[in-house]
């Protein structure tokens, strides 16, 4: 089956001028039914697959929307190659809109559109055509889908769809300031002419703002837009289709633009100067008056700070941070006898100053504000203000005149005053005062030892109105008089050792006096004068207000007398100076080697030897700590020693142990005592000859120098050794004169022979010798380690000789 129009042809069908076509495609598929109208072609490629065309496949039909005609719109004809005119073939549609807005004629094939189509309603309309054996109702070919496209026409005018727009831009912007974007959409079809193409205009306001033709953003088109003057304004924004072509369609939309305010106005005062009035009494912090400067600006723009430029001892300013008002105060007491008026300049400043507009002018204002100060009744003021010191003396009489206060009355009339005193505060009445002059005399004797000062109250009121009263605080020093005689300052009780030395301090003594000189104390320490050649002890004055006691003789005995008592007379210096004497107890007592006291009295006691627990924890810490402190030590010993055995076993060069044994020969497996190798210990020759070892182990010739020569044999052994520790010591200076000797302790051997020896040569050689006249016989002497050896050597008996 294929369309009205031949195979691989595009065919426009005049259709009312209303029908177009595209050109379709081929179809890779295989016929399933009947047979083609132009039969099976064998393709050319590789494949051996078959590839056959399907004579009814196309892409897809156009309908112009919004037709208006009264007969059903034609959109187009399917037809088969299998259909030869007979009528044997019925053609059907399905899917959307089949049977309602589109109809096919089952004979021809042709589609018609029974309704009006709305492109901006639905686009498209997807279906699908069958041919059908009329007779049978089989179909004779596959279900083919084909699509039907609403063509679109301009019949949809542009919309703001988020209109209406309300958009804001600083006053005083530049030209050309963006201010915000307004968008039309045009339902048309944008892909298909210019019916969807939309540019704008302004109609209304045009003349502060202006519109991009293309994108819609609205901008301000004069830099002079003063929110204070007018701050919105209403424009009428048009969008048209097709370009702005003659016929296309518009819509338009209400942009309100707010002008946003910006610091461009300073802050003014209404008036140049404000009057208020004030009572001197007020207190401090009184509120005197409120000005406040206005500011055409909004918002924060409009917030200001006041400050004092001038008259700011007194007073003082604060903002409101309400009202934005400057509230002036008193600063200080305002005194109507003093100045009467007070002019006060306030100057207000804004917080918030765009440097973009400082060249219009100074953003800050003044004004004046007079303050009239009114006069009221005060109450007495004293001199001095802060209340008065008097000193008097404490051995002043009755009536005796302390001091004198002063009080006036500050108004104008100067009205006269009078004193009292609050005897709240003086209950014992010790003081009166003269109501008219305000002199104040004792009227008490005083004691500075009871009562060292005396706080007052003084009140002074007018005459003739005695509600305006005042107070002032008036303080009494009472001057010290020495009238009280210095004194011991405890019932003193000493000490002492029966073997206490002569001169010996056992005490030291210090006073108290009542009295406060003001040139402080200082006082003398005597005996008394009955007791004034006391033979057993004396007072020592120290020049610093004590005293020491001191032995004059020494061997006290508690038995014949336990308990001396010593009377020392202090006096101070006055004036008029002033002495008492005091005793002091002196205790012998009987004490051990330390001088710590054991017993006193006749009867002994003996004193605690108990520790407190404090001071036993004390003595169980430092025990503890000792004990640690050696055991630490001794591990450390123990660590050192075990490194220093590690060194010895690992560097034999350190190791060079001297020992001076000689075994009994090769069958003597006892003599030879292995712990001589352990124990390092001087040669014989080195030790004196009372702790050397048993001359019978010594070689012969050493012998002979011990036993038979006495001093001449020991200097003789001396000249011995002296040859070798020269012939070492040399060797030694050599060695350490060499460079190329290792930096560490070493063992050096040398071959040196002496002299001569005088055992002579033991060789077997000489002993077979018939003409030796060696003796051996001392090698027998020599113990049971050189027995063997002696055998060999020693003579035979004559009578083995003989036999």
């Known amino acids: 089956m294929a369309p009205y129009w031949t195979t691989g042809a595009c065919t426009l069908l005049a259709a009312l001028g209303l029908l177009s076509c595209c050109s379709f495609h081929w179809c890779e598929a295989s016929r399933t039914s009947g047979s083609t109208s132009r039969g099976n072609r064998q393709d050319q490629g590789p494949s051996s697959l078959e590839r056959v065309k399907r004579g009814w496949v196309w892409n897809q039909f156009f309908v112009v929307e919004e037709y208006t005609g009264t007969e059903p719109l034609y959109v187009g004809k399917i037809h088969t190659d299998s259909d030869e005119g007979e009528g044997n073939i019925k053609y059907t549609i399905s899917g959307e809109g089949a049977g309602t807005i589109f109809i096919i004629d089952e004979l021809t094939g042709d589609i018609h559109a029974t309704e009006r189509l709305d492109r901006e309603e639905k686009a498209f309309y997807t279906l699908r055509a069958q041919a059908r054996d009329r007779l049978s109702n089989d179909p004779l070919e596959p279900e083919s889908e084909f699509v039907i496209k609403v063509q679109d026409i301009n019949d949809s005018e542009p919309k703001f769809l988020e209109g209406p727009y309300i958009g804001s831009v600083a006053e005083l912007s530049p030209i050309g300031t963006s201010v915000m974007k307004v968008t039309a959409s045009d339902a048309d079809d944008p892909t298909y002419g210019s019916s969807a193409r939309v540019v704008y205009s302004v109609l209304d306001g045009e003349k502060f703002f202006k519109v991009d033709r293309h994108t819609g953003i609205i901008m301000t088109a004069v830099a002079d837009l003063d929110r204070e003057t007018q701050d919105r304004y209403e424009l009428v924004v048009k969008a048209t ?182 005897r709240t505060t003086d209950q014992e009445m010790i003081f009166h005062i003269d109501p008219n002059s305000g002199a104040i005399t004792l009227g008490k004797i005083l004691d500075r030892e009871t009562a060292g000062w005396h706080n007052i109250t003084v009140k002074a009121v007018e005459a003739d109105n005695h509600t305006m009263a005042s107070h002032s605080a008036v303080s009494i020093r009472i001057l010290d008089v020495n009238d009280n005689p210095p004194e011991l300052a405890t019932p003193y009780e000493a000490s002492i050792c029966e073997d206490a030395k002569p001169g010996q301090l056992i005490h030291t003594i210090s006073v108290v006096d009542r009295d406060e000189p003001q040139s402080g104390h200082r006082f003398y320490f005597t005996l008394a004068p009955e007791d004034s050649s006391n033979r057993h002890f004396t007072l020592w004055d120290v020049k610093d207000n004590t005293a020491g006691i001191r032995t004059q003789r020494s061997g006290f005995n508690r038995h014949e007398q336990n308990v001396y008592f010593l009377p020392i007379l202090v006096v101070d210096s006055g004036p008029p100076s002033l002495s008492s004497t005091g005793t002091l107890t002196i205790h012998v007592c009987g004490c051990d080697t330390d001088g710590a006291i054991q017993s006193c009295n006749a009867t002994a006691y003996v004193m605690s030897a108990a520790l407190s627990p404090g001071a036993l924890i004390a003595l169980l810490v430092c025990m503890l700590i000792l004990i640690v402190l ?110 190329s000797v290792p930096p560490y302790d070493s063992f050096q051997t040398y071959a040196f022979e002496g002299t001569s020896s005088p055992a002579l040569s033991l060789s077997s050689i000489h002993t077979l010798s018939t003409t030796s006249e060696q003796d051996f016989s001392y090698l027998s002497d020599w113990g049971p380690r050189f027995r063997q050896l002696a055998g060999y050597y020693a003579p035979g008996n004559p009578e083995e000789e003989g036999s």
Not at 327 to 354: Q, Y
Not at 395 to 414: S, Y
Not at 708 to 728: H, N, P, Q, R
Request: glycine content about 8%; hydrophobic content about 35%.
């Open 241 to 422: 289709d097709m370009a702005g072509q003659m016929g296309g369609l518009s819509g338009s939309t209400t942009v309100t633009i707010v002008i946003t305010d910006v610091n461009d106005n300073p802050p003014r005062f209404p008036q140049k100067m404000y009057q208020f009035s004030v009572s001197e009494g007020a207190a401090m912090g009184t509120p005197v008056g409120r000005v406040i400067a206005t500011d055409a600006d909004m918002g924060e723009n409009t917030d200001m700070s006041y400050l004092i430029k001038e008259g700011g001892e007194l007073f003082k300013v604060n903002t409101d941070v309400e009202t934005q008002e400057a509230i002036v105060s008193i600063k200080k007491p305002l005194d109507f006898e003093s100045k009467r008026t007070h002019n006060v300049v306030v100057e207000a400043i804004n917080k918030h100053v765009d440097p973009r507009f400082v060249d219009l002018g100074s953003f800050r204002d003044q004004t004046i504000v007079r303050v009239s100060v009114s006069d009221i009744d005060e109450p007495p003021i004293f001199q001095p203000a802060e209340g008065a010191v008097m000193e008097v003396q404490e051995d002043a009489k009755v009536g005796a005149l302390v001091g004198i206060v002063t009080a006036r009355d500050p108004d104008v009339k100067n009205k006269p005053v009078r004193f009292s005193i609050d």
């Open 630 to 739: 050696v055991l630490l030590i001794l591990t450390l010993k123990r660590h050192r020693k075990g490194q220093r055995m590690a060194e010895d076993e690992e560097d034999m060069r350190d190791n060079v142990i001297k020992y001076n044994d000689e075994g009994g020969g090769e069958q003597d497996t006892q003599a030879y005592d292995m712990s001589a190798l352990r124990n390092l210990y001087d040669f014989p020759e080195a030790k004196s000859c009372d702790s050397g070892p048993d001359i019978r182990s010594l070689p012969q010739w050493i012998q002979a120098n011990r036993v038979g020569g006495g001093a001449e044999g020991a200097a003789a052994a001396a000249a011995d050794f002296s040859l070798f520790k020269g012939y070492i010591r040399k060797k030694v200076e050599q060695a350490d004169a060499d460079l």
